[in-house]
């Protein structure tokens, strides 16, 4: 067992991409470190840096104790998961398994005993002799699985184990890879681009854009307090709903279109910055599920009048699109997720009790969670605390 | 549109099947009048009307063969230079093919070109100053007379199919072997080969067949009687004023005999390694 910690470390490629900048990191011994961002975020190039696969091109590189940038993947004790799992199609699963023990030229008897405990931890007794071609997807995820685990290595690196599978059985391996970390210990980092893997899985999550770092924390800590407005809209789904905005009042209340929201002491008690954005723009962000149906008690300085653009019943939950009047912010590289219907989405989403009753086109009013709105600087994006 | 679904005999009664069956036959006859006539006796051979069927069905033709003409001897020669130049093209261009896909090397897009413009020299071009070469160096009338150039002729063809094939492996194979602690040539050996059969199936039929039909640097470099390879051999059937066409048939149903036998074994392996490379999957 074993940290890992990056420093500084930058990828430049031969024709002159820079696809790394600059990044730190530490990984904890047994804590699992998710890795997120949109696709060409630079998070696949970190973890194949730390597994020997790119060159570093300047940085350093410890697992351990030790600075491992030029050493060769196989000395570097680390065991990865590939996202096409990458099994041996000619190998039985325990031949799979065990290949590397036979190349560390480890006796036969020993060989077989590690690939059974293996197979025992992930399920596969009975599917030993078989070969990967007979195998189902989730089987074969667990095999790549056993792959690393048999090998007893410091670290483990995974890169988007999971997006291979189907929707049910991806969530129901989320646990499965997160139990059997737990049980072994071992320090992992994990890349994926889908953001509630991160939330679900990770003991702290790293999101990174553009080869940079942007925030580094604990799951409810970048939902709750996102550096900026990226992270505050890649992490959560629905997607975080922005506007611009207008401060007035000393900053006591809040235009949005053409509608004001009063913000309450608190909001100046957690974020008393925003006084001196009075007067001025500001973005703000209201994520889906601080918006719930008005009632007749609601304060009235907390109503957003919409229309309902498109609902969807999820059962547990409604998802109303809405449209208003206000400009919304967009920014770029933040995916919707698979699930999401596109079709006739408005300009903003709200995850709403399924008691309401609301249809598409109906006008209706929100009580807006007003202690819970995020805000930030409409030039850098940064959050405003 | 409303399709019919016909049942029994009647759904392979239509206008594709009789295209493909029309092409079939078009193909097979000469193959059929090649078999037929090497069962004739040596007079209907040539007989007015033609005969159909072998009618008495004779094997004089197969006798004269290996008997008469000593067709046993350039059989056996034929086998020594394909099998020594088949294998020495696989095992050279599996590695070359191995390198040019994957590993990471300057200058390989003309170095494929060049290959690719070698493999379309014409033979007649070549093989003048090939004699003369294999005269100094004393190998006229030798096997490694053929098994040299066959190898350096069909190594071009070689080398890109086993290339294409194996930029279709994922690379992700490779950098597990990696990771596990495999060198190039372990991973070579235990993780891409045996996953590139079909490519080197079908760059070993190519080359065997190329190697097995080919007659000008046979009868160029090793015209002696002893190193004689099947198609010089069947060439040289008879005398200036005899052609012994049911004897050149029966020899010719010989040789053709390892070549359907390879292409019917491997013939999945052959499909499925020209297609390679195709389709990215």
């Not at chain 2, 086998?79 to 095992?91: E, F, G, K, P, R």
């Not at chain 2, 992700?172 to 990771?179: A, K, L, N, Q, S």
Request: charged letters at 20%; proline letters at 6%; hydrophobic letters at 45%.
């Amino acid at each position: 067992m074993a940290t890992i910690s990056l420093k500084g470390l930058n990828k430049v490629y031969p024709n002159g991409f820079h696809a790394v900048h600059d990044l730190s990191l530490e990984v904890q011994e047994g804590e699992f470190m998710v890795l997120v961002g949109p696709s060409g975020c630079g998070k696949t190039t970190v973890l194949r840096m730390v597994a020997g696969l790119e060159d570093i091109t300047s940085g350093d590189l410890r697992i351990g104790e030790r600075v491992v940038n030029d050493i060769e993947p196989k000395d570097r004790d680390i065991a990865m998961v590939f996202q096409n799992y990458a099994l041996y199609p000619h190998m039985t699963v325990a031949d799979n398994i065990g290949f590397a023990l036979k190349l560390r030229k480890l006796p036969k008897d020993e060989i077989r005993k590690k690939v059974e405990e293996a197979a025992e931890i992930l399920g596969l007794t009975e599917w030993l002799d078989r070969k990967p071609k007979q195998l189902s997807g989730g089987q074969r995820q667990r095999v790549a699985m056993g792959r690393a685990i048999v090998r007893e290595p410091s670290v483990f690196l995974m890169d988007e184990p999971l997006s291979n599978l189907d929707a049910k059985l991806r969530v129901k391996m989320r646990a499965e890879v997160r139990r059997i970390q737990e049980r072994l210990g071992v320090a992992t980092m994990y890349v994926t681009h889908d953001q509630i893997e991160a939330m679900t899985m990770g003991d702290r999550v790293a999101v990174l854009r553009d080869g940079r770092l942007l925030q580094c924390d604990t799951p409810q800590n970048l939902y709750e307090f996102p550096v900026n407005q990226f992270v505050g809209a890649f992490i959560g789904s629905p997607a975080m709903n922005l506007y611009q905005g207008e401060l007035f009042d000393g900053g006591r209340s809040l235009k949005i279109g053409s509608q004001i929201l009063e913000l309450p002491e608190v909001v100046h008690l957690k974020k008393p910055t925003l006084m001196s954005y009075s007067g001025k723009g500001v973005t703000v962000g209201v994520r889906p599920e601080s918006l719930k149906a008005a009632s007749t008690s609601t304060t009235p300085g907390t109503v957003l009048s919409v229309q309902a653009t498109l609902v969807e019943a999820l059962g547990s939950e409604l998802m109303v699109h809405f449209s208003f009047d206000a400009k919304v912010v967009k920014i770029e590289d933040i995916q919707d997720d698979e699930e999401e219907i596109l079709t006739g989405s408005g300009e903003g989403v709200a995850r709403i009790d399924p008691s309401v009753s609301v249809k598409a086109g109906d006008k209706l009013k929100f009580e807006v969670e007003t202690e819970h709105l995020h805000f930030f600087d409409p030039d850098t994006g940064l959050s405003i605390y | 549109m409303k399709f019919h679904s016909r049942t029994g005999w009647r759904k392979w009664i239509n206008l594709l099947n009789l295209a493909v069956v029309i092409i079939v036959l078009f193909v097979m006859l000469p193959i059929y009048w090649l078999v037929a006539s090497s069962f004739k006796t040596p007079v209907n051979v040539g007989a007015q009307p033609p005969q159909y069927f072998p009618n008495p069905i004779s094997f004089a033709n197969y006798n004269s063969a290996f008997v008469h003409y000593g067709f046993g001897r350039y059989f056996l020669n034929s086998v020594i230079v394909t099998v020594a130049s088949t294998m020495l093209v696989l095992s050279i261009g599996s590695l070359a093919g191995y390198a040019l896909g994957r590993l990471p090397m300057r200058g390989k897009s003309p170095l494929l070109v060049t290959l690719l413009i070698i493999s379309v020299f014409p033979e007649i071009a070549v093989v003048s100053p090939l004699y003369l070469l294999m005269h100094q160096i004393g190998w006229l009338g030798s096997y490694e007379a053929l098994i040299v150039p066959y190898t350096a002729f069909n190594l071009p063809f070689a080398i890109w199919i086993m290339r294409n094939y194996f930029l279709g492996i994922p690379r992700e194979m490779e950098e597990t072997g990696r990771i596990d602690g495999a060198s190039p040539l372990r991973t070579y050996w235990s993780i891409i080969l045996p996953q590139s059969l079909p490519g080197i199936f079908t760059a070993g039929v190519f080359t065997f067949t190329a190697c097995w039909t080919e007659f000008l640097m046979a009868l160029t470099l090793d015209n002696s009687n002893n190193y004689r390879t099947i198609p010089v051999g069947i060439a040289l059937f008879g005398s200036p004023n005899v052609v012994p066409y049911g004897t050149i048939f029966a020899a010719s149903v010989v040789a053709v005999v390892p070549i359907g036998i390879l292409v019917f074994v491997f013939r999945k392996f052959v499909v499925s390694g020209l297609t390679s490379g195709a389709v990215k999957g």
